[in-house]
């Protein structure tokens, strides 16, 4: 049996995608240490044990119907399995843990070997984190603005003391955001269920990648984790989109929806034709930001949360003050950006859909001409209505 787990429950859109990826990428040197990172569960291989936690009965009760709705029990099973023949040090990593209830978190370590559990949540600069929330939330193919999820955030957090903020989010099925955002409540949380709780700090996005596996491994507490940090490419890393991209994919979204698609039919398209590759997409672009009047508001929480943070004597790594960082300013997309990125994303797009449903009688090299006809035709309307 193991003899101790680190568990790392996110939240999302903290590194979490990134520190999986990398252990992933290092689990065979892990195993000769010693450290265990499951990264098959029934034969599947996952790079997360996100699907774990959802695979526990009761988990998803109350939640709309997504990819993880059906997860078969098994799947926790087979985890716990692992977790208990092994002789060593566990990792187990799921950013869906970071917006789990008490009672939801209390069910997933019931699930756990009887060892000693210690939890690690990488926590990152508020105003950052409530951006790459709206860019996932297009990518997932819903088609609210930026301004509007903002200003929806903002409603979401009353000004009332922490304690009763946290109590009513733990009622409240929907309150996964603030449950997982709220960093104080978050490590609280985890704390009152009598583990010990770290608290990684994550660098700013222009820092090197490496130096939040540094903290992250500095964190765990386990002897054996390779210090180089393993090289992975943007796609693995799940690096962000670009103001330009998401604003076509979600205005996409929205009239496809008004045209009467279903969002499940959206996102039968969804894969790599909604997910560009960021190797072959055109560069430039801007980066989405907010007003100087939501930046106020999420730069104050900021501040609020990273001194209950300190107050709270939890163990933290790295430097509080990178959770303080100056909200990033709205900028304003150049047209011709905007054409390009719409050209790149149409034509990828119709090329995939289109590929695979080629028959004999229209060749490839054909269907890849006309796309990219398509394409350019796309993109010229774009910026001629854009320029406008």
């Not at 801007?286 to 730069?299: D, K, N, Q, Y």
């Not at 430097?319 to 790149?344: C, K, M, N, V």
Request: aromatic share 6%.
């Amino acid at each position: 049996m193991a003899h101790s787990i680190v568990l790392h429950v996110g939240p999302r859109k903290t590194g979490s995608t990134f520190l999986q990826r990398a252990l992933v990428a290092t689990s065979s040197q892990l195993a000769d240490a010693g450290i265990l990172y499951p990264t098959a569960l029934v034969g599947v291989d996952r790079h997360n044990h996100v699907s774990a936690t959802y695979a526990i009965p009761g988990m998803r009760d109350g939640k709309s119907k997504d990819q993880w709705a059906d997860v078969d029990e098994a799947v926790i099973t087979d985890l716990v399995r692992q977790v208990g023949s092994w002789q060593g040090p566990v990792i187990l990593s799921s950013e869906a843990l970071g917006g789990l209830t008490v009672e939801g978190a209390r069910r997933f370590l019931d699930r756990l070997p009887d060892v000693p559990v210690s939890v690690v949540a990488t926590v990152r600069a508020l105003p950052d984190v409530v951006l790459s929330s709206w860019a996932q939330h297009v990518r997932n193919l819903h088609r609210e603005s930026l301004r509007s999820y903002v200003e929806r955030r903002i409603q979401e957090r009353p000004d009332i003391p922490a304690e009763e903020r946290w109590a009513r989010w733990n009622d409240d099925e929907h309150a996964t955001f603030w449950r997982s955002y709220d960093y104080p409540g978050l490590l609280s949380r985890w704390k009152t269920l009598g583990l010990p709780v770290t608290a990684v700090i994550v660098p700013p996005s222009h820092a090197p990648m490496s130096d939040l596996w540094s903290l992250f491994r500095t964190a765990t507490k386990i002897n054996g984790i390779p210090v180089e940090c393993p090289a992975l490419d943007d796609v693995s890393a799940n690096t962000s989109l670009r103001l330009e991209e998401l604003e076509v994919i979600r205005r996409a979204v929205q009239h496809g929806r008004e045209q009467g698609q279903t969002l499940a039919q959206m996102k039968s398209l969804r894969g790599h034709r909604w997910m560009p590759d960021p190797t072959a997409r055109p560069s430039g672009g801007t980066r989405p930001g907010l007003t100087p009047e939501h930046a106020r508001v999420f730069e104050r929480w900021a501040q609020e949360d990273a001194d209950a943070m300190l107050a709270g004597g939890y163990d933290i790594v790295g430097d509080h003050r990178d959770l303080l960082a100056s909200a990033r300013q709205r900028e304003q997309p150049e047209p011709r950006t905007y054409a390009a990125f719409a050209g790149y994303l149409v034509a990828d797009k119709l090329l995939q859909v289109h590929s695979h449903e080629t028959s004999r009688r229209r060749p490839l090299r054909r269907l890849m001409r006309r796309t990219r006809m398509w394409g350019l035709r796309y993109s010229r309307a774009v910026m001629r209505r854009v320029e406008r």
